[in-house]
Structures are given as C-alpha cells and as structure tokens.
C-alpha cells in the first residue's frame, strides 16, 4: 500500500493558477501509474489527468492546454499544474495510485485537495 498526501488547494480566482502536490510514501513509486481525479459535489470522481511510470501523459479534453501533470521519482512526487481555472473547476481533488492506463484501476487515494474558483 502507498500513502498518498495532496497539497497545493486553495481559493482563486477565474483565469488564476494554483499547483498541486501529491507526495507518496510507502512503495516504490517510480513503477506505478499516478493521476490526479476530482469530484465536484453532487458529481461523480472523474479521472483529469494521469502520468504512467515511464512519463506518458493523459488528459481530458476540457484540460488540454490548461494543465499539466508531471512527476518527480527521485521526490516521489506528482505534481499539476492548473492554469486559467475556471469557476467549473472547483472540486475535491485526489491523487491516486494504481495500473491500467488512464489509471482504470486505483489502488491508492489520497485524502484530497479543495480547490474553489470564485467567478
């Protein structure tokens, strides 16, 4: 099992940036599949990004040139970089761990990150 800890939430506002974080813990890192999901209330947890062990990236279409996800192995860190937030934007954010590709099976959540885009 991987512990799974986010970082980076926060309040912004439209069209601003905020970074998360997801450092892991527990197992070796630099051989899973890791992304980032959200769930917005009343919604169901979604996948928005994810990166496979080896650096391929994945997106949804409403995220393509907006963010961008990457990981560090020698920090055991994955990171996402949002930018132009939009108020739509606003949900819980998880980091997950897992197999499968885009990350179909998760192993491991984190607690979540809040992000609230205010208009």
């Known amino acids: 099992q991987v512990q799974l800890v986010e970082s980076g939430g926060g309040l912004v506002q439209a069209g601003g940036s905020l970074r998360l974080s997801c450092v892991a813990s527990g197992r070796t890192f630099s051989t899973y599949n890791m992304g980032w999901f959200r769930q917005a209330p009343g919604k169901e947890r979604d996948v928005v990004a994810a990166?496979?062990?080896?650096?391929?990236?994945y997106y949804i279409e409403s995220m393509k040139g907006r963010f961008t996800i990457s990981r560090d192995n020698a920090k055991n860190t994955m990171y996402l970089q949002m930018n132009s937030l939009k108020p739509e934007d606003t949900a819980v954010y998880y980091c997950?761990?897992?197999?499968?590709?885009?990350?179909?099976?998760?192993?491991?959540w984190g607690i979540g990150t809040l992000v609230t885009v205010s208009s």
């Open positions: 990166i496979s062990w080896v650096g391929i990236t």
């Open positions: 997950a761990a897992g197999h499968g590709w885009p990350l179909k099976n998760v192993d491991d």
